[in-house]
């Protein structure tokens, strides 16, 4: 699934190429596109339309659009959803789910998504808010590239949770935006094991962590995102290219970049923990 990084370089091409557009015309290809919108295609449609985007604003890894009116419209990638600014003469993906046309006749915004469990929404966003955030976000928290995220109430919120760091990290009201790539990342680099009871960080060593996840995420920006395959792309259908230089995720039987001893993975919450068993040695 798309991380913070991946979303941003998507909401980075969206602000370049359909900020202060207008829509003209809406498709809905596939129900499940827009199974979020409370009365389906046909609200969905006739809320956007004729509607101007805003500059586009991301919190963790949901994405929204200001519209008129305290509305946005809203998008989540899920697994494999691309939004994509297109040609309008361009063949249509076979896994093509809406199409939105702006008054200028330019460039279409296409949403693709092989698996459909991304999808869109128009909604109402909080009032008086000046990012226009939805009202169905308001309860993630904000992501550490936010210049408001305070690290200060991170770090005392983190050692008061009776979890582990990992659980922690992938808690999206605690701190949104990091994933399982980037969680194993910032903890390969803080030398943290996975299962490490939260309550046993110390202050530092809490707000360490926070900064590994910042610079492993603002790296990966850097690099356009990571990418294994083909269904993560941004705006103009080009991968990311952080993956090949990933310290822990994925690098099971390879040597530690750091002490050269072959690297473990665990299954953990129907996902994969990736880890160096002896810079990250498991808690007693």
Not at 107 to 136: C, H, I, K, M, Y
Not at 250 to 258: V, Y
Request: charge should be positive; proline fraction near 5%; glycine fraction near 8%.
């Amino acid at each position: 699934m798309p991380e913070l990084p991946e979303v941003e370089v998507v909401r980075r091409g969206l602000a370049r190429w359909a900020a202060g557009r207008t829509v003209s015309d809406i498709e809905v290809l596939h129900p499940r596109a827009v199974r979020r919108q409370t009365g389906g295609a046909d609200e969905f449609t006739a809320l956007l339309r004729g509607r101007t985007f805003g500059e586009p604003q991301r919190r963790g890894k949901y994405l929204w659009v200001p519209l008129d009116d305290g509305l946005s419209m809203i998008g989540h990638l899920g697994m494999s959803g691309q939004l994509l600014v297109q040609e309008a003469a361009m063949a249509d993906s076979v896994h093509l789910r809406v199409r939105l046309r702006f008054a200028d006749g330019g460039t279409e915004l296409r949403f693709v998504d092989q698996r459909t469990f991304g999808g869109l929404a128009v909604e109402e966003a909080e009032p008086g808010d000046p990012e226009s955030t939805p009202l169905s976000l308001a309860h993630i928290a904000r992501d550490p590239l936010d210049a408001r995220f305070d690290d200060a109430a991170f770090a005392t919120a983190l050692r008061a949770k009776r979890t582990t760091v990992k659980r922690a990290l992938l808690d999206q009201t605690l701190i949104s935006g990091v994933g399982n790539i980037y969680a194993d990342e910032a903890l390969w680099r803080s030398r943290l094991h996975y299962d490490r009871p939260t309550a046993t960080l110390t202050r530092p060593a809490a707000l360490g962590l926070l900064q590994h996840a910042r610079d492993v995420m603002t790296a990966a920006l850097a690099a356009g995102g990571t990418s294994f395959d083909s269904l993560y792309v941004n705006v103009n259908g080009e991968s990311g290219y952080f993956s090949r230089t990933l310290d822990a995720y994925g690098r099971e039987g390879e040597p530690c970049h750091r002490c050269a001893t072959p690297m473990c993975r665990d299954a953990w919450m129907n996902r994969s923990s990736y880890y160096c068993p002896k810079c990250q040695r498991r808690p007693r």
